[in-house]
């Protein structure tokens, strides 16, 4: 494949770093557009910045906790900050979740609890409230904007008013904020809740799409569930098709990072038709 021109504004098309990455990247002069890289993992190796050197980088977190009410320590809003100029990132990809939550109200002393981002948040006006008050917090210390990632949703949030595109569509109006559209995510949380993915996905605010992500699914125990060690089944490629009839994404990224033997041959073939479909739109 030829490398790409400097001046094309085509949406581009990456891969989430992991291993295995930078052999493909070596094997394939001009495939990949981009590698997105977690900023928890180059705070705690920051010799992987060189990555850069490799192709341009797209910075993801899973620490600023923007849907939850303990906030993130200012010295990680400053890391998040200098990783952001360090890479050159054009936005940074947040999840739309809580990552730190209160202690228990019978133990006021204990420490907070750290959570994953796979864990989804109360879905309330409560919480879209909070989020507008995190964001703003967020952004006069950010260099770049803040995209947010849709959870993916496993079971029914306690205390939620809202269903997940409800919800989304009132956290980008009320916070006028961009997306990260994790095709993913959107595909766990229809299957877990019953709706029909095809008609679900023309309830979101497409407009607003900047990224998009792919990966893979397994089911367990009757819940879907994320699975970056699998390719994206068909039916991801039909939504990504219908993304695209409304959304202006300017970047796609494979999150195939779990395992270091996904087979290349269909990491080829989903490299080529996500860039079929960006382009063709
Ligand atoms: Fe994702």
């Not at 849907?67 to 360090?86: E, K, L, M, N, Q």
């Not at 956290?171 to 994790?182: A, G, I, K, Y």
Request: glycine share 4%; aromatic share 6%; with cysteine.
């Amino acid at each position: 494949m030829k490398p790409r021109d400097h001046n094309d504004r085509r949406p581009r098309v990456g891969l989430a770093y992991g291993p295995g990455l930078t052999e493909f990247i070596g094997a394939h002069p001009g495939w990949v557009d981009y590698i997105e890289i977690p900023f928890e993992q180059l705070r705690h190796a920051p010799a992987l910045g060189a990555l850069r050197d490799t192709a341009p980088l797209i910075l993801h977190c899973a620490s600023l906790s923007v849907a939850g009410f303990v906030p993130p320590s200012p010295g990680t809003v400053a890391a998040v900050a200098d990783h952001a100029r360090i890479t050159g990132t054009p936005w940074i990809g947040e999840h739309l979740a809580f990552i730190a939550a209160d202690p228990v109200a019978d133990e006021p002393t204990a420490p907070s609890t750290t959570l994953s981002y796979t864990v989804c948040p109360q879905m309330s006006e409560q919480t879209v409230e909070r989020v507008a008050e995190n964001l703003a917090a967020l952004r006069s210390r950010l260099p770049v904007p803040l995209i947010l990632e849709n959870s993916p949703q496993y079971f029914a949030v306690p205390g939620s008013t809202m269903d997940m595109s409800t919800f989304i569509a009132a956290v980008v109006e009320r916070c006028d904020v961009d997306l990260l559209l994790d095709l993913s995510h959107f595909l766990i949380t229809a299957l877990n809740t019953g709706a029909d993915p095809l008609r679900e996905i023309d309830r979101l605010p497409l407009e607003r799409v900047v990224e998009v992500h792919l990966s893979g699914l397994n089911r367990q125990s009757g819940v879907v569930w994320d699975d970056h060690a699998n390719p994206a089944p068909e039916l991801l490629f039909e939504l990504l098709e219908r993304v695209m009839q409304r959304a202006q994404p300017q970047a796609l990224t494979l999150e195939y990072n779990w395992s270091a033997h996904f087979p290349w041959p269909v990491l080829r073939d989903h490299i080529d038709r996500a860039r079929t479909l960006l382009h063709s739109a």
